[in-house]
RNA sequence: CUAAGGACCCAUCG
């Protein structure tokens, strides 16, 4: 079954879902049974590729024929319903497994705060985030990212802050992440002078700036109509070596078309293009 | 090292 399942998580990968449930025929008709890995790499797959529908059948399907869905299973489910914006059907797959007599971890409790803050439930959300303190599970970085996520969407940067601050003092390091979610959350009040002393802390605290970090900062300047610190920030953080990604590019180049700077927009199409960017 | 959670762009859909 162990092998059957490695092919099936291949083709999921690859987004071949004919092939995989194929593979799926194949293991039954070789006498054996799908466990709840095969289940679980199914809904993965179903899920990787939107298909919701599809992969909650699978969830349903396991149960039907009596295969116990486990706590990554379940941990995926409630993913499942977050990601297709149903925050109470997700609630409920989390109250499921409590009674089934599995404890929500994690990555359980993460991906319910997302089902909530997704759908701007922010009060949902923030308790979701005290009710899994409470039941003794430790949020980790990506917890305490997406809490600071909660409060960007809602637009209220301070209490952003204040999360990654509490999160400082929890022991843990803010990765680029997080420092993202609090500059984007920022970017969206025009604060951008904020913004731009998060980038600098970040950058002192050793977490490296990768382009979709860099695109937040400058972002956050072309927001506040200040394209030219936008500009400034691009070229001093490519002379430090740091890579900036597509997203850079394009939030660049619309700056200074934007700003009336043709030139400057079309020396850095093509400058994109050597980057190795397409530009669409 | 058979399966689960977080950011930008792209893609997709409206």
């Known amino acids: ?6 092919v099936i998580k291949m083709y999921g990968r690859a987004g071949k879902h004919k092939e995989a449930m194929q593979v799926l025929h194949i293991l ?4 054996f049974e799908p466990d709840v890995v095969t289940y679980t790499s199914l809904m993965q797959m179903f899920s990787n ?16 024929v009596g295969c116990k869905p486990n706590v990554k299973t379940y941990s995926l489910a409630v993913n499942i319903y977050a990601r297709a914006g149903l925050p109470s059907e997700a609630g409920r797959i989390l109250r499921q497994m409590q009674e089934a007599g599995f404890v929500p971890n994690a990555v359980t409790w993460t991906s319910l705060v997302k089902a909530y803050s997704k759908q701007g439930m922010v009060e949902d959300a923030c308790s979701c985030f005290a009710e899994m303190q409470r039941c003794g599970c430790t949020p980790d970085v990506q917890t305490y ?3 600071v996520d909660i409060y960007r969407r809602a637009g209220r940067p301070s209490d952003a802050e204040q999360t ?5 003092e929890a022991g843990f390091t803010p990765d680029a992440v997080t420092w993202s979610f ?3 959350a920022y970017s969206k009040q025009g604060m951008a002078e904020k913004a731009g002393s998060c980038f600098e802390e970040m950058q002192k605290s050793g977490c490296k700036p990768e382009g979709p970090l860099l695109n937040a900062v400058m972002t956050a300047y072309v927001q506040a109509a200040l394209p030219t610190h936008a500009a400034t920030l691009f070229r001093r953080m490519q002379c430090k070596g740091v890579v900036p990604n597509r997203a850079c590019f394009n939030t660049l180049i619309y700056a200074f078309s934007k700003n009336g700077q043709f030139e400057d927009a079309k020396a850095l199409r093509l400058q994109m293009i050597e980057a190795g960017f ?3």
């Open 164 to 168: 990654l601050r509490r999160m400082q």
């Open 49 to 64: 590729g939107e298909n919701f529908k599809a992969a909650i059948g699978q969830f349903s399907e396991m149960q039907r």
């Open 182 to 184: 609090l500059v984007m």
């Open 28 to 31: 039954r008709s070789a006498g």
């Open 1 to 6: 079954v162990c092998t059957f399942n490695t």
């Open 145 to 147: 990212s997406l809490a």
């Open 278 to 280: 397409k530009p669409n």
